[in-house]
């Protein structure tokens, strides 16, 4: 527990900064508390981005997204701060986050939130999920 509440997204150097490529992460495992209800929500977070100068190092972003489960955060909420928090630390050229919300009270939802830099041309995949459930 201390090593998630202590925990800092930590950036990488990119080894391939000259080159656009696609960086897929899926975290099958995204917990958090409904702000209404104190009930837990349950969802796949899928990150694509093009890196530019730096990439994220993966062990501080499982204890970045670990520090989720015990908040009380709205699926839009979590999703863009997800996002703004990845943005202001890598600068990527490109980035989106997804929200995979498991059902709940019969709905579905599914939260999008895109980042590009200016004048960003190059790959923008279209969401997609390769892993179809939780392997830990």
Known sequence: MDEIATNRLEAWPNPNPERDYVVHLEIPEF??????????????????????RSVVELKSLKLYINGYRDRQISH????NTILNDLVTLL?????????????????????????????????RPEYRRHMTGSSL
């Open 91 to 123: 600068e990527p050229r490109w980035m989106r986050v997804a929200g995979d919300f498991n059902v709940r009270g019969n709905i579905k939802t599914i939260i999008f939130a895109e980042y590009a830099a200016p004048n960003y041309s190059g790959p």
């Open 76 to 79: 839009e909420a979590a999703t």
């Open 31 to 52: 917990t958090c508390l409904c702000p209404r209800s104190g009930f837990p929500d349950f969802a796949t977070i899928v990150i694509d981005y093009v890196p530019d």
